[in-house]
Protein backbone atom coordinates (compact mmCIF):
# COMPACT_ATOMS: atom_id res chain seq x y z
CA UNK A 1 0.00 0.00 0.00
CA UNK A 2 1.39 3.40 -1.05
CA UNK A 3 -0.41 4.72 1.74
CA UNK A 4 -1.43 8.98 1.29
CA UNK A 5 0.48 10.62 -1.18
CA UNK A 6 0.23 13.85 -2.06
CA UNK A 7 1.69 16.07 -5.21
CA UNK A 8 3.24 17.79 -5.67
CA UNK A 9 6.21 18.33 -2.92
CA UNK A 10 7.28 22.05 -3.50
CA UNK A 11 5.45 24.62 -5.68
CA UNK A 12 6.40 28.36 -5.99
CA UNK A 13 2.86 30.28 -6.90
CA UNK A 14 2.89 34.05 -7.84
CA UNK A 15 0.44 36.14 -6.21
CA UNK A 16 -2.97 35.56 -8.04
CA UNK A 17 -2.61 32.75 -9.22
CA UNK A 18 -4.28 29.12 -8.56
CA UNK A 19 -3.22 25.67 -8.28
CA UNK A 20 -4.77 21.98 -6.66
CA UNK A 21 -3.08 20.40 -4.06
CA UNK A 22 -3.51 16.40 -4.94
CA UNK A 23 -4.22 14.06 -1.99
CA UNK A 24 -4.59 10.42 -2.75
CA UNK A 25 -5.12 7.65 -0.26
CA UNK A 26 -5.14 3.48 -1.17
CA UNK A 27 -6.48 2.63 2.60
CA UNK A 28 -10.29 2.72 1.85
CA UNK A 29 -10.39 5.32 4.70
CA UNK A 30 -13.37 6.84 4.75
CA UNK A 31 -12.66 10.11 6.26
CA UNK A 32 -10.13 12.35 5.12
CA UNK A 33 -8.30 15.84 6.08
CA UNK A 34 -6.61 18.90 4.67
CA UNK A 35 -4.34 20.50 7.34
CA UNK A 36 -1.89 23.26 6.83
CA UNK A 37 1.37 24.12 8.99
CA UNK A 38 2.92 27.20 9.60
CA UNK A 39 6.80 27.24 11.19
CA UNK A 40 6.86 26.72 14.57
CA UNK A 41 3.19 26.15 14.81
CA UNK A 42 0.88 22.96 14.90
CA UNK A 43 -1.46 21.87 12.66
CA UNK A 44 -4.97 23.61 11.92
CA UNK A 45 -7.26 22.13 9.91
CA UNK A 46 -8.30 23.89 6.66
CA UNK A 47 -11.52 21.44 5.33
CA UNK A 48 -12.19 17.60 5.69
CA UNK A 49 -14.92 15.00 4.45
CA UNK A 50 -16.43 12.05 6.18
CA UNK A 51 -16.78 10.57 2.55
CA UNK A 52 -17.74 11.03 -0.98
CA UNK A 53 -19.91 13.64 -1.69
CA UNK A 54 -19.64 15.58 1.77
CA UNK A 55 -17.02 17.88 2.42
CA UNK A 56 -16.95 20.43 5.62
CA UNK A 57 -15.24 23.13 6.91
CA UNK A 58 -12.46 23.19 9.26
CA UNK A 59 -10.87 26.30 11.38
CA UNK A 60 -9.22 28.28 8.81
CA UNK A 61 -10.98 27.36 5.38
CA UNK A 62 -10.85 31.21 3.72
CA UNK A 63 -9.40 30.89 0.45
CA UNK A 64 -9.60 27.26 -0.28
CA UNK A 65 -12.08 24.69 -1.64
CA UNK A 66 -12.33 21.15 -1.37
CA UNK A 67 -14.02 18.06 -3.38
CA UNK A 68 -14.54 14.60 -2.84
CA UNK A 69 -15.80 12.93 -5.68
CA UNK A 70 -14.18 9.68 -4.94
CA UNK A 71 -13.73 7.68 -1.38
CA UNK A 72 -9.86 7.45 -2.85
CA UNK A 73 -9.28 11.71 -3.92
CA UNK A 74 -9.31 14.73 -1.48
CA UNK A 75 -8.13 17.36 -4.15
CA UNK A 76 -7.45 20.92 -2.35
CA UNK A 77 -7.84 24.30 -4.24
CA UNK A 78 -6.42 27.44 -3.91
CA UNK A 79 -7.63 30.08 -5.76
CA UNK A 80 -6.14 33.94 -5.97
CA UNK A 81 -3.09 32.69 -3.95
CA UNK A 82 -1.82 35.43 -1.49
CA UNK A 83 1.75 35.25 0.37
CA UNK A 84 -0.21 34.37 3.82
CA UNK A 85 -0.68 31.18 2.05
CA UNK A 86 2.68 30.15 2.39
CA UNK A 87 2.87 27.35 4.18
CA UNK A 88 3.19 22.88 4.22
CA UNK A 89 0.07 21.48 3.45
CA UNK A 90 -0.62 17.72 4.84
CA UNK A 91 -3.14 15.38 4.06
CA UNK A 92 -4.74 13.15 6.30
CA UNK A 93 -6.77 10.10 6.28
CA UNK A 94 -8.91 7.55 8.91
CA UNK A 95 -11.68 5.38 9.33
CA UNK A 96 -14.36 6.48 11.03
CA UNK A 97 -14.09 7.24 15.30
CA UNK A 98 -14.26 4.34 17.84
CA UNK A 99 -16.84 4.68 20.50
CA UNK A 100 -14.39 6.47 22.44
CA UNK A 101 -13.50 8.62 19.96
CA UNK A 102 -10.40 7.31 18.95
CA UNK A 103 -9.46 7.73 14.98
CA UNK A 104 -6.09 7.32 14.21
CA UNK A 105 -5.38 9.50 11.43
CA UNK A 106 -2.59 8.91 8.57
CA UNK A 107 -0.28 11.57 7.20
CA UNK A 108 0.91 12.29 3.53
CA UNK A 109 4.50 13.71 3.10
CA UNK A 110 3.24 16.89 2.36
CA UNK A 111 3.46 19.61 0.24
CA UNK A 112 5.79 22.57 0.61
CA UNK A 113 3.64 25.97 -1.46
CA UNK A 114 5.06 29.30 -1.41
CA UNK A 115 3.76 32.20 -2.62
CA UNK A 116 5.16 35.18 -4.12
CA UNK B 1 -12.71 27.44 19.90
CA UNK B 2 -11.00 24.46 21.92
CA UNK B 3 -7.30 25.55 22.84
CA UNK B 4 -4.56 22.79 23.42
CA UNK B 5 -2.03 24.23 25.07
CA UNK B 6 1.89 22.99 25.03
CA UNK B 7 4.95 24.20 26.04
CA UNK B 8 7.36 25.33 22.68
CA UNK B 9 10.45 23.97 24.41
CA UNK B 10 12.80 23.03 23.19
CA UNK B 11 13.12 20.48 26.06
CA UNK B 12 16.64 19.04 26.21
CA UNK B 13 17.59 15.87 27.55
CA UNK B 14 20.68 13.70 28.17
CA UNK B 15 20.50 10.26 26.65
CA UNK B 16 18.66 7.73 28.97
CA UNK B 17 16.91 10.22 31.00
CA UNK B 18 13.34 10.49 31.19
CA UNK B 19 11.54 12.98 28.99
CA UNK B 20 8.37 14.78 30.42
CA UNK B 21 6.34 16.46 27.53
CA UNK B 22 2.74 17.96 28.78
CA UNK B 23 -0.18 19.45 27.63
CA UNK B 24 -3.27 21.17 28.92
CA UNK B 25 -6.44 21.71 26.88
CA UNK B 26 -9.87 23.66 27.51
CA UNK B 27 -13.03 21.61 26.27
CA UNK B 28 -14.24 18.95 28.98
CA UNK B 29 -15.95 17.24 26.36
CA UNK B 30 -12.62 16.30 24.70
CA UNK B 31 -12.71 12.48 25.29
CA UNK B 32 -9.52 11.17 23.36
CA UNK B 33 -5.90 12.40 23.27
CA UNK B 34 -3.44 11.59 20.87
CA UNK B 35 0.35 11.91 21.09
CA UNK B 36 2.22 12.51 17.84
CA UNK B 37 5.61 12.59 16.88
CA UNK B 38 6.91 14.80 13.98
CA UNK B 39 10.78 14.76 12.97
CA UNK B 40 11.94 18.00 11.44
CA UNK B 41 10.84 18.50 6.97
CA UNK B 42 8.53 15.21 8.16
CA UNK B 43 4.74 14.62 8.79
CA UNK B 44 3.05 13.51 11.39
CA UNK B 45 3.04 10.03 13.23
CA UNK B 46 0.62 8.59 15.66
CA UNK B 47 2.83 7.18 19.01
CA UNK B 48 -0.26 6.97 21.75
CA UNK B 49 -3.79 7.82 22.24
CA UNK B 50 -5.46 7.90 25.51
CA UNK B 51 -9.15 8.26 26.51
CA UNK B 52 -9.59 6.57 30.20
CA UNK B 53 -8.38 8.62 33.20
CA UNK B 54 -4.49 7.13 34.69
CA UNK B 55 -1.98 5.79 32.34
CA UNK B 56 -0.99 4.09 29.70
CA UNK B 57 2.25 2.49 28.53
CA UNK B 58 3.76 1.01 25.62
CA UNK B 59 7.60 0.39 25.22
CA UNK B 60 9.15 3.25 26.61
CA UNK B 61 6.03 5.55 26.24
CA UNK B 62 3.79 6.44 28.60
CA UNK B 63 0.94 8.61 28.46
CA UNK B 64 -0.98 9.97 31.36
CA UNK B 65 -4.26 11.71 31.28
CA UNK B 66 -6.08 13.48 34.10
CA UNK B 67 -9.78 14.90 32.88
CA UNK B 68 -10.38 16.60 35.87
CA UNK B 69 -7.08 18.74 35.68
CA UNK B 70 -7.72 18.95 32.10
CA UNK B 71 -3.93 17.78 31.67
CA UNK B 72 -2.44 14.95 29.46
CA UNK B 73 1.09 14.22 29.53
CA UNK B 74 3.53 11.77 27.57
CA UNK B 75 6.83 10.48 29.25
CA UNK B 76 9.47 9.20 27.13
CA UNK B 77 11.83 6.56 29.21
CA UNK B 78 15.21 6.27 28.48
CA UNK B 79 15.50 9.10 25.80
CA UNK B 80 17.41 8.33 23.29
CA UNK B 81 19.39 10.91 19.70
CA UNK B 82 16.44 9.04 18.05
CA UNK B 83 13.54 10.24 20.08
CA UNK B 84 14.31 14.30 19.00
CA UNK B 85 11.29 15.82 17.18
CA UNK B 86 8.77 17.67 18.16
CA UNK B 87 5.54 16.13 19.52
CA UNK B 88 2.52 17.00 19.29
CA UNK B 89 -0.55 16.99 21.29
CA UNK B 90 -3.87 16.93 19.91
CA UNK B 91 -7.54 16.38 21.21
CA UNK B 92 -10.57 14.93 19.31
CA UNK B 93 -13.28 17.63 18.82
CA UNK B 94 -16.68 17.96 17.04
CA UNK B 95 -18.31 14.90 16.70
CA UNK B 96 -15.03 13.27 17.31
CA UNK B 97 -14.59 13.35 13.37
CA UNK B 98 -11.67 16.07 13.72
CA UNK B 99 -8.75 16.84 16.13
CA UNK B 100 -7.65 19.94 17.41
CA UNK B 101 -3.87 20.01 17.37
CA UNK B 102 -1.47 22.18 19.95
CA UNK B 103 1.60 24.13 18.78
CA UNK B 104 4.31 21.21 19.97
CA UNK B 105 7.14 21.00 22.14
CA UNK B 106 10.66 20.08 20.36
CA UNK B 107 12.58 17.95 22.64
CA UNK B 108 16.34 17.54 22.49
CA UNK B 109 18.48 14.37 23.37
CA UNK B 110 21.67 14.94 23.95
CA UNK B 111 24.15 11.60 23.78
Known amino acids: NAGVTQTPKFRILKIGQSMTLQCAQD?????MYWYRQDPGMGLKLIYYSVGAGITDKGEVPNGYNVSRSTTEDFPLRLELAAPSQTSVYFC???????????????FGPGTRLTVL | QKEVEQNSGPLSVPEGAIASLNCTYSDRGSQSFFWYRQYSGKSPELIMFIYSNGDKEDGRFTAQLNKASQYVSLLIRDSQPSDSATYLC???????????FGKGTMLLVSP
Open chain 1, 92 to 106: ASSYPPTGTGVNEQF
Open chain 1, 27 to 31: MNHNY
Open chain 2, 90 to 100: AVNGEGYSTLT
